[in-house]
């Protein structure tokens, strides 16, 4: 059994990593309308990442007898000023994502769940992952600036997400 704080901090990420697969499905909608279809793409298999990060916690609480407890979405930002501006919203939100995670490891730690500890190592590694892919996008926008030849060859390199 799960203890009724982890359970509920359990139940409280399901709710930040769907509502992170919706910010990024608006994110994706975003440059859709910019007809950067590249950058969509890179944007809806992070969507999917995301409801696969929630999907796994909803089968452990399960698994562990725990009853799962959906919460409220917000509505996520619809406009972005900026392909550089919408890869900052994203570094900045995985970032609070890596905040969340390790205050529920530490909550597995004080309440002696090893099973949730080894489910959370999981979360912690991609977290590393989602910060570094989001930091190196951010930091070749940067570089390179956002339009006209630099913006399609980052557009083209998102592109390919996914095909391999
Ligand atoms: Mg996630």
Redesign the pocket.
């Known amino acids: 059994m799960l203890s009724k704080a982890l359970l509920k901090s359990f139940n409280d990420q399901i709710n930040h990593?769907l509502s992170?697969s919706y910010l990024y499905l608006s994110m994706a909608a975003y440059a859709e309308s910019q007809n950067l279809p590249g950058f969509a793409n890179w944007l809806k298999i992070q969507t999917k990442?995301?409801t696969e990060?929630g999907m796994k916690l909803y089968k452990f609480i399960n698994e562990r007898g725990g009853r799962v407890e959906l919460q409220k979405i917000e509505q996520p930002p619809m406009e972005f000023k900026s392909p550089t501006a919408l890869f900052e919203e994203v570094l900045k939100h995985e970032r609070k994502?890596t905040v969340l995670i390790n205050k529920l490891y530490e909550l597995a730690l004080e309440e002696k769940d090893y099973a949730a500890q080894v489910l959370l190592h999981g979360y912690i590694s991609?977290q590393v992952e989602e910060e570094a892919s989001a930091t190196s996008i951010l930091e070749t926008l940067k570089m390179a600036g956002e339009k006209g030849h630099a913006l399609i060859m980052m557009d083209r390199q998102l592109a390919r997400r996914g095909q391999n």
């Open positions: 990593e992170s990442e995301e990060h994502i991609e």
